[in-house]
């Protein structure tokens, strides 16, 4: 059993950047694969990028060269660098979790076992 917590969301301007972090309970952190996914009002969840348990990343192209996924393994947290912030961005932001998987064959919510409950991210222009 994993349980993830996220933080580090709020109000930024556009243009402007935020840190998410997940951190994960348990001591099997390093074989968990680990996805960011967002939902905004009205629109499904959708993937965002992850990191494999291996340290491969995968991000989408709406948030190429400007989304950063990392993980530290000792801190069983892994993080949402995310730059040059758009409105369009504004969403809820979740973390996710599923055992020793290619981050590029996780794309789905149904391909994750644990969730965390989600921070907010508001983006103004």
């Known amino acids: 059993q994993v349980q993830l917590v996220e933080s580090g969301g709020g109000l930024v301007q556009a243009g402007g950047s935020l840190r998410l972090a997940c951190a994960a309970s348990?001591?099997?952190?390093?074989?968990?694969?680990m996805g960011w996914f967002r939902q905004a009002p009205g629109k499904e969840r959708e993937f965002v990028g992850g990191i494999s348990w291996r340290g491969a990343t995968y991000s989408t192209d709406s948030v190429k060269g400007r989304f950063t996924i990392s993980r530290d393994n000792a801190k069983n947290t892994v993080y949402l660098q995310m730059n040059s912030l758009k409105p369009e961005d504004t969403a809820v932001y979740y973390c996710?979790?599923?055992?020793?998987?290619?981050?590029?064959?996780?794309?789905?919510?149904?391909?994750?076992?644990?969730w965390g409950q989600g921070t907010q991210v508001t983006v103004s222009s």
């Open positions: 348990g001591r099997t952190f390093s074989t968990y694969t």
């Open positions: 996710a979790a599923v055992q020793k998987r290619s981050i590029a064959l996780v794309t789905l919510p149904r391909d994750y076992d644990y």
